[in-house]
Nanobody, 123 residues
């Protein structure tokens, strides 16, 4: 069983910063990718930033230059540093990870989601 636990959301004024964290725990054999999605009211969930194991990070055009994704492999944790926040960044932010676990002598790769954390940017 794998769990993704997020923290760091909150209310901030436009131009401010927040840092989100997401820690993966459980019977993890390998973390293949970690990333952040967001969903604003009435809108579809969208990719904000992602990073594959051993790869370079990728970002949505709307956050390039303002957000930075990073990970601590020893802690199975991914971070999203959000600077120069805008009201349009207001959304529920979800951690996502593609994780391989051991199961009955083999391995299983699945997509996992965190519970979501609210980010509200006031103008």
């Amino acid at each position: 069983q794998v769990q993704l636990v997020e923290s760091g959301g909150g209310l901030v004024q436009a131009g401010g910063s927040l840092r989100l964290s997401c820690a993966a725990s459980g019977s993890i054999f390998r973390i293949n990718a970690m990333g952040w999605y967001r969903q604003a009211p009435g809108k579809q969930r969208e990719l904000v930033a992602g990073i594959f194991s051993g790869g370079s990070p990728n970002y949505a055009d709307s956050v390039k230059g303002r957000f930075t994704i990073s990970k601590d492999n020893a802690k199975n944790t991914v971070y999203l540093q959000m600077n120069s926040l805008k009201p349009e960044d207001t959304a529920v932010y979800y951690c996502n990870s593609v994780i391989t676990t051991t199961h009955m002598g083999g391995t299983v790769t699945m997509n996992y989601w965190g519970q979501g954390t609210q980010v509200t940017v006031s103008s």
